[in-house]
């Protein structure tokens, strides 16, 4: 990756439209299933989103592989999607970037009134 693509995030975009050719050729179920995963795992990501890239690559894979073995989406993932993706990310206490955010602000502010004293 050059530092224009870096920089625009183009290899991203990319990345994302192979992940989205991919995973049109699943069964439809696993098409319901990664937009789901997509929608549950955007809110774990950095600013740029790129920490999720080896994560999204490897819950497409999983799929693939899953759907080729015969397996449904419920024998693979379970009733409970959004808790399959909290488990992808970390633990089930996960902060969002708006927790980072939030987190940093206050240190931020903190430091400055610890300043004025």
């Known amino acids: ?42 809110i774990h990501g950095d600013f ?9 690559e490897n819950a497409l894979e999983l799929l693939e592989l899953t759907s080729a073995d015969g397996q449904s989406v419920e024998e693979v993932l379970g009733d409970d999607i959004k808790g399959f993706c909290a488990a992808l990310v970390g633990d089930e206490g996960a902060k969002t970037y708006r927790d980072k955010w939030r987190d940093q602000l206050n240190k931020n502010v903190a430091k400055k009134l610890g300043g004025l004293k």
């Open 1 to 42: 990756m050059n530092f224009l693509e870096k920089i625009t995030g183009s290899d991203m975009t990319n990345e994302m439209k192979e992940f989205e050719v991919r995973a049109k050729a699943l069964p439809t179920e696993y098409q319901t299933a990664w937009k789901e995963i997509l929608s549950n795992l955007w």
């Open 48 to 56: 740029t989103g790129r920490n999720l890239m080896p994560i999204l």
